[in-house]
């Protein structure tokens, strides 16, 4: 087998997540400008990157249509003022669109194709809500393809709980309450400061600042979500309180070579080892994180408690602790999402993988003893993604 | 109140480095079709917004606009029959509002992201520093084009931040060469703002400027480009300007006069209070005066009215793919040159003679070159526009043009041959245009097969700065043809005025008009420079015999004599000017300026001489193009005086301060005393009908 080189995650960015609504922060901002800030913002945090040198820009987003669409990475590439020769594409795994751009980009500098890429995801589900532009073929149902339920992402979260008994609401608002909890600390603890930047934008009442995130609850009690009605079906446990909320951000990794990062007088944080995307029942997508670990653990001859952190998107509480019973953790370990999660912080679809990316980052950088992550997400129309990080010695 | 008002939005931002941070937004909620203006109410709001920034203990302030545009100065709108006490207020409340600007004790920042002219630009120059963003344009001071002054501070504060000498060039030469605006660099360049920024990032960067400031650090300015500094002293500055200001309005609008002395108190360390209780007396003079409310009407006649084509047809407007250009001498190939570059399409050039086509070509490839050398365009598209050229003397080439313009030799016959031969080549839907200045468009469609499609397009030289075209209307010419030919006006860059098929349409026959005067009074004795100065008090680009040099004797008196056979009671025969034309003489000077020894002796002045004096000379000339105005109206020639204004601002280059020139004769009375009625009057004609 041929050698690989190592690709390392250098620096990432994201902007304050909004709230998909028509006075959330992003109302009148276009998703390509929110992906080129999150490109100025690191050409500014990293002032040994010469623009030039940048080998190719891979941004996601589910909806590529509209403000999204007319391939997002190079329109984002000449919009950010990248010179000309810097190619640019654009990528959809649905939720994990921006990790699936961050594989991409980590391969092609791994194999040595290329060695500085820019890889990000961004989505505004304000302008394109879930499936408003989409149409499913109809043999998806006609030949029992998948299950009705299975379009529907919070319907597929009711199924998972139809399967796993041992998942009750009360444990997943409970799984909830920690997301909100972390969250809170975190943004108080700077944690969030590190790698989110400021945006300006446009609203009905002139220009605004927006720094932090908008759609974190803090002090939500179980109280509180136990009052919440299930909008899936009658007497359901899916709540819009323990699932991610409908969300607008955009967020950008870089990517090196430990090379190119040596030239660019940039610390590398970590490396990829191995990643694994797997294809699960549609109709109960939430489960994907779980076979996804377990191959790329089994893959790299690992357990989990080998793992020190894991970045586990929160699109549904059912599915984190679904995931933490696989793995025989107790609901409130550290060892997964220290830093919070979706629940409260909001999950623009595409983006996501982005900001899972940075905070595993975060956390390996701050922590002097560990030294392996996992970004693991479910993924709509039933997929799982794991990525296995090491963080880089020095 | 206004549909659209200006508010002065403002949020905070908590800065970790400086602490709470006012953003102000001005918006007026439309978009950028519609800039932001001041009004009374804006002022007030800004008011209120400097009252709940005081409360609010911020740190520091910035001032931005809504996409594209920062804001564009007073709304005009307010203008029209304001009195002094009205204008006195209206200087009064700028220098209160923005004068709290200036005295905050916080840092303030103007960010300047887009179209900054008048009032908008004073309010920058009352912050502290300026970040300008490099796509913002433009940036102006253009009141003294409209006959005022920028009267919120502009005029003391412009020489305070940028000097003397650069403040006379923004406010007064600018303004008078055609009302010229700055791009952000060049306006970077004169020191109008401290940071020069990429607009991507320009919010995020004034944002960190505006921190730094407000954390009490020092962030140094972009540097500028290196100019070579002038050695000229404020007296020189002034006296220049000075200079400049008489020679192009002699003193027919106090405007330029006005703002001069103004810069020059704040250049000498006038007081600042003092400085802007002058700005507000010199306003009270200038905005009810005629010149100043002619500048406004004639501003809505060429920004608005014309770009509208209120007379265009229901009929839709013919695609053009292919042009013909008959006639390839100078006009032919200014013609030619203009249709290429504007509408990139296949252009035929057609002449009898080999060596005039290798001219016109080669005029057509210089302007292409010329693009190219400055940067305005690649040289392969220069490289594909040339290659869409044909130039024959052939007629084959003809065919396929769907637009076919002749400048040939102006004489009837000529022409007609020219639309019979076409004709032969043509599909029955090709427009024909005539560029005539004096022949009868409804005689050259006689004997056509198909008379429907010959329009009348006359262009004024230089073509490449004279914006107007007489579209003539014949009397068989159908609407498809006449929104075909206003489309073409329109995609060519041009503003087209509809007109009838009477001889010299509206330009020439007004000024041939008072050209006729002018000679009768030389006639009679008065030297041609005493006509000249006389007229160029009007405010006049030029006087009528400097005016004939540029013709050309030949012309003038060509276009003289089909007058005359039109109109012979009103535009007598000239036995000096028919001389003056066969002398082969280029005009009645000599390259020293002073009346030629030859023109002297052939031009016969009548016994006794009678020199008319200046002002009787002036009453003259209005009241004989008063009485052609008149005409062109009651006969239809025009659907509206504001056509005729329109027409000799955008053809003549007569100015906005006399509001074309019906305007004009409405204010000074004239109208009244000899018509009972203003010209102009408050029903739009053009917004009935379209003209027939």
Known sequence: MTQLRDACYVDGVRLPIGRAKPDGYYAKTRADDMAVRTVRALLERNPGLDPARIDDVAFAATAQVGDQGLTLGRSVALLAGLPRSVPGYAIDRMCAGALTAIVNAANAIRTGGQDLVLAGGVEHMGHHPMAAEIDPNPRFLAEQLVDPSALVMGSTAENLHDELPAVTRERCDRFAVLSQERTAKAQADGVFASHVVRDTVWTEAGWRVVDRDEHPRPGTSLKDLAALRAPFRAGGRVTAGNAAGLNDGAGCVLLASAEAAQGMGARPIMRMLDFVFVGVAPETMGSGPIPACDAVLARNGLRMSDIDVVELNEAFAVQCVAFLDHFELPLDTIQVNPYGGAIAVGHPLAMSGARLTMQLAHYLDTHEEAKRGITTMCIGLGMGAAILWEKCHE | ?692
């Open chain 2, 1 to 692: 109140m206004s549909e659209d008002p200006t508010r002065f939005h403002v949020r905070y931002s908590d800065s970790p480095k400086a602490g709470r941070l006012a953003l102000v937004t001005l918006d007026n909620g439309a978009d950028y079709r519609k800039p932001t203006t001041f009004d009374d109410a804006a002022l007030g709001d800004l008011e209120r917004a400097l009252d709940e920034i005081e409360k609010q203990d911020a740190r520091g302030v910035l001032f931005t606009g809504k996409p594209f545009i920062f804001a564009v100065g007073a709304d005009l709108d307010r203008f029209a029959g304001a009195d002094a006490a009205f204008a006195r207020r209206a200087g009064r409340r700028g220098h209160q509002a923005f004068g709290r600007v200036r005295a905050l004790s916080i840092p303030t920042l103007a960010a300047i992201n887009g179209a900054c002219m008048g009032g908008g630009l004073e309010l920058a120059l009352h912050c502290q520093r300026r970040t300008l963003a490099k796509s913002a344009a433009p940036i102006a001071f253009p009141e003294v084009f409209l006959s005022i002054l920028p009267a919120w501070g502009g005029t003391q504060l412009a020489p305070r931040v940028i000097g003397p000498a650069r403040a006379l060039e923004v406010i007064v030469h600018n303004a008078l060469n055609q009302n010229r605006t700055l791009r952000a660099s060049e306006a970077f360049a004169r020191g109008l703002a401290d940071w020069l920024v990429e607009p991507v990032d320009f919010l995020e960067r004034s944002l960190q400027i505006l921190e730094a400031l407000a954390a009490g650090e020092a962030p140094a300015p972009d540097p500028r480009p290196d100019e070579a500094t002038s050695r000229e002293s404020l007296d020189e500055a002034l006296e220049r300007a000075r200079a400049f200001a008489e020679a192009r309005v002699h003193g027919a609008t106090r405007a330029p006069t006005l703002a001069i002395d103004l810069i020059e108190f704040a250049s000498r360390d006038g007081d600042l209070a003092e400085g802007l209780e002058r700005e507000e007396e010199a306003l009270a003079e200038l905005l009810p005066a005629r010149q100043a409310q002619a500048s406004v009407y004639a501003f809505h006649l060429v920004q608005q009215r014309v770009r509208r084509q209120p007379w265009r047809p229901e009929a839709p407007a013919r695609p053009v793919q292919k042009v013909a250009v008959v006639g390839a001498g100078l006009m032919g190939a200014q013609l030619g040159a203009l249709f290429l570059q504007r509408l990139e399409v296949p252009l035929v050039m057609k002449d009898i003679a080999d060596d005039v086509l290798k001219r016109a070509r080669g005029h057509i490839e210089a302007a292409l070159d010329e693009r190219v050398a400055r940067g305005r365009m690649r040289e392969g598209k220069a490289s594909f526009l040339k290659s869409l050229v044909t130039y024959t003397t052939d007629d084959a080439p003809l065919a396929g043009a769907d637009f076919a313009i002749e400048a040939v030799l102006e004489r009837l016959d000529v022409k007609r041959a020219v639309f019979a031969a076409l004709e032969k080549r043509v599909s029955a839907e090709c427009l024909f245009a005539t560029n005539t200045s004096s022949l009868s468009v409804s005689a050259m469609a006689e004997g056509l097969e198909h008379p429907e499609r010959v329009v009348g397009f006359h262009f004024f030289n230089p073509v490449k700065v004279l914006p107007l075209v007489e579209v003539a209307r014949g009397t068989r010419t159908d609407d498809a043809t006449l929104s075909t030919a206003l489309e073409l006006a329109k995609r060519i860059g041009k503003s087209a005025v509809p007109c009838r098929d009477a001889t010299a349409f509206v330009v020439n026959r007004l000024l041939m008009r008072f050209m006729g005067v002018c000679i009768e009074a030389a006639d009679a004795g008065t030297e041609f420079r005493d006509v000249d100065a006389a007229t160029l008090a009007l405010g006049l680009p030029m006087g009528p015999f400097p005016l004939l040099s540029l013709v050309g004797p030949r012309i003038a008196h060509h276009t003289a004599q089909t007058l005359h056979e039109a109109f012979p009671e009103r535009f007598p025969e000239s036995a000096n000017l028919a001389r003056l034309a066969e002398s082969g003489l280029p005009g009645v000077y000599d390259e020293k300026g002073q009346t030629a020894d030859a023109v002297r002796a052939l031009w016969e002045i009548r016994k006794p001489a009678q020199p008319v004096e200046a002002e009787a000379l002036r009453q003259w000339a209005l009241r004989a193009v008063a009485e052609e105005a008149r005409l062109l109206l009651d006969d239809g020639v025009v659907a509206d005086a504001r056509d005729i204004d329109t027409c000799m601002i955008l053809g003549a280059g007569w100015p906005f301060f006399n509001g074309g020139i019906c305007k004009h004769l409405d204010q000074i009375g004239m109208s009244e005393q000899l018509f009972g009625a203003p010209l102009v009057g408050t029903r739009d004609a053009a917004e009935a009908a379209p003209a027939r």
